[in-house]
């Protein structure tokens, strides 16, 4: 999937022992911050980005378990979620700070029967929201970003399709979702809020959907085409473009850190 929607990541590894700290740096690299085990010593992440959507994962390395917590919970809160590593396990959290904003993002490790616990701070510099300046769509199978998106569907499918906004930091990222044809095809917002909605197709013929901004108004479509369950069906593809800059996509780098000590409850 598209990760340009996480405009800003920060990836921690670490375990319940300790190290000898190196010297190290905030790295930025495929539009994303990695933290380095100097920054993580300092315990905060100050230079985001206000309005930028704010990824966090934490790898433990070793720990039998893993959980991540936020405080204050930011205006615009998106998900926290535990996830599996061959190296231990990890959590995520997703958030969006406004203007000097600062929160206090809280992982817990458990490492057999002892437990240990780390504070880290998150502020945003200060600033103001951008106003919406355009807006595309793509697929997990087409990551180009398009204002015009032709997918074929199958009596019965579904695909998800992903709109951006651009600028990424946009204050007013909601967007109106609606079907030209519900009866070919209907759309529905996935869980989570993460800027996917699930479109299904019913019955053969043609269908629009048709992403609109709030702030600005601008338009990208969904052109769907649903053939009989047995033409088989299926695949995405992109008639247009424009309208939208493109943040750069590239694999989410995990650097080995050292130097990270954590407290033992």
Known sequence: MRKAILSLACVLLFSGAAFAASAADITYLSGRYIATDAAIAESSLTSIEPYEEVHLLFLCVSADTATVAVSPSPN?????????????????????????????VTVTATFGAETYSRDFSVKAKAGTAPAVTGIGLFTVLDLTLRTELSITLAEGDAETVFYEVSPSNAGNKNVTVVSSNEAVATVAARPGND????????????????FTTEDGGFVAHCNVGVESASSGGGGSGGDGGGGCSVAGFGLLAALALAGLTMKKR
């Open 76 to 104: 615009d809160f998106k998900k926290t979620e535990n996830v599996s590593a061959s190296r231990g396990k990890g959590a995520t959290t997703t958030f969006v700070l406004t203007g000097e904003q600062e929160v206090t």
């Open 195 to 210: 800027m996917g909605y699930n479109i299904t197709a019913h019955k053969t013929g043609n269908a629009v959907i048709t």
